[in-house]
């Protein structure tokens, strides 16, 4: 069996997608060290010193301005300018993450740039904790062991034959057309052989199968997951890039960045997401360019009243 | 009107036998996969120019009860392989898709 031929385990895609399913917030440094625009290269030795750290965001009215990094202070030593003050020395093209972007997000940027750090802020710009490659360790550890115990409860209460519960994974590559379709043919079977109504069915339908053929048109590759229990269908839809530059264009019916092949199988009209959103009971869409784009639709099953769109 | 209804007809071929003869009740003509996916009814007959695989795929995702390929195009072995595992009925016809719509809405007696 070559290494292309060999299918990722079911259990360890859970794990991939639930630590894609954190947020940035649930993993970060809440506790920062950051320093002032007035402090000097010396407050930052002593800060990295006493906290073993290697980065220190530097902030003007709790805005990121910079970055002190173990470098910067090195060469200011070198120099013996400890006495100067952090704006001299810091590096000012500082790259920061969104509190609320998912953690795959997160560990793109760590592929991307080659900082070993990066300054989280929250919707108005301010600093609220920092991510490494420790958190990512740490987090990956935690949800190892959840997923574990988990499976470990699982194994002692399989799920009856015909319950609702279902959790499954689909891994989708860039531009492969013949496999996408196949999760959502498969969700739809599943749910038709647990009775849920046909208008149910075919709204996870839709939203399931515009989320698997954007992975495949418009992503270099993710994954599609599906979380079912009696109330509700979850499907998450994850990528690795490019990201979209402007989501609520992505939106916007018509709008589209297909190419004429993609075109040619039939795809790229432009209303892909927005079919999704229209059959959802709850829609969420984040991305960032170079770093990926998430998609999550959820479904009620247990409808109080019509959805508006029947 | 039933699947088989079609079949008996001299301007549609069918290609595609092994498919469950169920009521058409609506129509729905789009080359656009999309489109087809958020607007076309459930048992409706889909008319269309787009002989591939993925029309297959979401036929059967939007409760389509069968496909009529416009203006003579070819429909791939792969697409017909699809539309037998799915019990969809494939028809070809040389009519094209304007044709072959208002041919359709009197049968249904729109």
């Known amino acids: ?310 | 009107m039933k699947v088989s209804d079609l079949e008996s007809m001299e301007q549609f071929t069918c290609l595609q036998p092994k498919y469950s003869d169920v009521e058409i009740t609506a129509g729905y003509t789009s080359d656009l996969l999309s489109d087809v996916m958020g607007n076309a009814e459930e048992n409706s007959v889909l008319i269309t120019i787009q002989a591939h695989k993925n029309t297959v795929a979401v036929s059967s995702l939007a409760g389509v009860a069968a496909i009529i390929i416009c203006s003579r195009r070819p429909c791939p072995d792969d697409m017909l392989a699809a539309a037998a595992a799915e019990g969809l009925a494939v028809f070809r016809t040389a009519e094209n898709q304007f044709e072959t719509s208002a041919r359709i809405a009197r049968l249904l007696g729109m």
């Open chain 1, 1 to 310: 069996m070559s290494e292309e031929d060999k299918k990722p385990l079911q259990s360890s895609l859970r794990v991939q997608e639930l630590i894609y399913g954190l947020r940035i917030s649930e993993v970060m440094t809440s506790k920062v060290f950051a320093v002032s625009k007035n402090c000097t290269m010396r407050d930052v030795r002593e800060i990295m010193r006493n906290n073993e750290i290697s980065g220190v965001p530097v902030v003007d009215s709790k805005r990121v301005v910079g970055i002190v990094t173990m470098n910067d202070l090195m060469n200011a030593l070198e120099e013996g300018a400890l006495d100067d003050s952090v704006i001299t020395w810091m590096t000012s093209e500082v790259q920061t993450l969104a509190e609320d972007m998912p953690l795959s997000f997160g560990i793109s940027a760590f592929g991307k740039f080659s900082f070993r750090q990066f300054p989280v802020v929250n919707k108005s710009n301010e600093l609220t904790g920092i991510l490494t490659f420790r958190n990512i360790n740490h987090a990956l550890i935690r949800e190892l062991s959840r997923q574990l115990r988990h499976m470990e409860r699982q194994s002692e209460n399989p799920p009856e034959a015909d319950s609702l519960r279902f959790t499954k994974v689909y891994q989708l590559a860039r531009y492969d057309f013949e496999n996408g379709g196949t999760a959502s043919s498969e969700i739809k079977k599943f749910l038709k052989s647990r009775g849920v109504p046909p208008k149910l069915v075919r709204r996870v339908a839709v939203a399931s199968y515009e989320l698997e053929i954007n992975l495949v048109a418009h992503s270099i590759g993710g994954m599609l997951s599906f979380d079912i229990n009696e109330e509700r269908v979850k499907i998450s839809s994850h990528d690795r890039g490019p990201g979209i530059a402007d989501t609520a264009q992505a939106m916007t019916e018509g709008f589209s960045t297909a190419n004429e092949w993609i075109r040619s199988q039939g795809f790229g009209a432009g209303m892909g997401l927005p079919n999704v959103k229209r059959v959802s009971d709850e829609f969420a869409i984040e991305s960032a360019v170079g770093m990926g784009t998430m998609v999550q639709a959820v479904i009620y099953l247990k409808q109080e009243k019509e959805h508006e769109s029947q």
